[in-house]
């Protein structure tokens, strides 16, 4: 057996970078985008309005915040006219800014977007007939290092903030220009102003982008807590689901305190091999793993937990690993459906995907055991849109090369200069 213990899991060890939830801009205004209500709140008081005012204008800030995806104070109609200076001279509302949109064959659209301390992550969204998924990142890079994922070769660059994840959907809404008209109404229960599937592109969010989204728990939860909030976003949380590498200790506190579905990054039933493609599971090992979705929180027949599974080529797709997959979920007895990603391939990949034959069989083998086991359509493949190929720019050079070109520069300005 391989001697783990000397082997240290990046994500447990490296301090990773922890933004400020307000990031400090030049012009000394503050950006709203990502606060919560209280926050807000606090802010106009701090500003000089009284408990009362602030209160109420909190709530009304909130609405055209998130709800209405409003930008410019001077559209908020229901605030004063000699209000709306005063907070513009004070407050700004942000997006993340876009610094490429790409189209693909298929429709699925992908955007590179870029921070405004300049570092550059994506989203992708994906149409399908009967709903619109949009895929969002959670970390600027990885600390993990999944042999699959092209984002695993990048190193960790810093966590997004609530801002900047909430940021992603509310940027998707006023792209696709799917933000309510309807005016300030707040009904007593969630689901009369739940944002309805009906007609719209967007219906669905997948925490499946960049980074792992249980290493940046506490941003990733107050984001979706906006996303969810019946005078926020509203999109019920039925409607989105958190995938995982494994991050086993974080698991029952996504469930308790964000209570959306599970995706788990299961990919290898043995521990050899999982230990090698999904290192977290040295940490974390296949059973604790299973149990933790055993106990995890309002897992039902009605809400499974999808187990993710890449196809990868002599590795972990043989009928035998069909076999002990289901008999692992039926040993936990899970409320389970797993997806099988045929493998996406990236520059330099060491992977090769399973055969359409290979595939197939090992569904079939899951489907006859009783359990669903789909295998996905690639989407987005010609703009490295799909599953594990997302990876900014930027960071494909390595440290050694971007401290090269720096290097470089200051050299350039020193000649010039002289
Ligand atoms: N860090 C989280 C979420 C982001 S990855 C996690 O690992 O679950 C989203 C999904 O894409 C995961 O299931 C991941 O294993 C899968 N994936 C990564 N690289 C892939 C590739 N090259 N081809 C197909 N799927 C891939
Ligand atoms: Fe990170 Fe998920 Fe990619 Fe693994 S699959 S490297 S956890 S983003």
Redesign the pocket.
């Known amino acids: 057996m391989p001697d783990t213990t000397l082997m240290t899991i990046p994500g447990q060890v490296d301090p990773v970078p922890a933004p400020r939830d307000i990031t400090p801009r030049e012009d000394g205004r503050v950006d709203l985008l990502g606060l919560p209500r209280p926050r807000i709140r606090a802010l106009l008081e701090e500003a000089g309005l009284d408990a009362k005012q602030a209160k109420l204008r909190a709530k009304q800030l909130f609405h055209w915040l998130y709800h209405r995806g409003v930008t410019d104070f001077d559209a908020m109609s229901d605030i004063a006219k000699t209000m709306r200076p005063w907070l513009a001279e004070r407050f700004v509302i942000g997006r993340p800014d876009i610094v490429e949109a790409q189209h693909s064959s298929d429709g699925t659209r992908k955007w590179l977007l870029r921070t405004s301390d300049g570092h550059e992550f994506e989203m992708v969204f994906i149409p399908d007939a009967d709903r619109g998924t949009l895929c969002v990142s959670s970390q600027i890079g990885?600390t993990?290092?999944?042999t699959f994922?092209h984002?695993?070769t990048m190193r960790l660059v810093r966590n997004l903030t609530p801002g900047e994840i909430v940021g992603q959907v509310m940027l998707a809404r006023d792209s696709l220009g799917e933000w309510p008209k309807g005016k300030m109404d707040f009904a007593a229960e969630e689901s009369e102003v739940e944002y309805r599937a009906d007609g719209r592109l967007l219906t669905n969010i997948v925490m499946m982008g960049?980074?792992?989204p249980l290493y940046n728990f506490d941003n990733v939860r107050d984001a979706l807590q906006l996303v969810m909030d019946g005078e926020g976003l509203a999109l019920s949380k039925r409607r989105i689901t958190l995938s995982t590498?494994g991050v086993v200790p974080m698991m029952a506190r996504c469930g308790e305190e964000i209570g959306v579905n599970l995706a788990v990054?299961l990919h290898a039933v043995t521990k050899e091999v999982r230990d090698e493609i999904?290192p977290?599971n040295r940490k974390y090992g296949i059973e604790e793993l299973l149990q933790a979705c055993a106990d995890y929180p309002s897992a039902n027949n009605a809400r499974r937990i999808t187990f993710e599974y890449v196809m990868l080529k002599d590795k972990n797709d043989t009928d035998a690993d069909a076999r002990e997959l289901v008999r692992l979920l039926r040993q936990y007895d899970l409320p389970a459906k797993v997806n099988l990603i045929p493998f996406n391939p990236w520059p330099g990949s060491a992977h090769e995907c399973s055969t359409p034959e290979r595939i197939r069989s090992f569904s079939a083998i899951v489907f006859d055991a009783g359990i669903s086991a789909p295998v996905r359509t690639p989407r987005g493949r010609d703009i490295d849109a799909a599953c594990?190929q997302l990876k900014t720019s930027a960071e494909k050079k390595s440290r050694a090369q971007r401290d090269r070109e720096a290097a470089e520069t200051a050299e350039t300005a020193e000649t010039a200069a002289a």
């Open positions: 990885c993990l290092n999944c994922c984002t695993g960049m980074g792992e590498s990054s999904v977290i594990g």
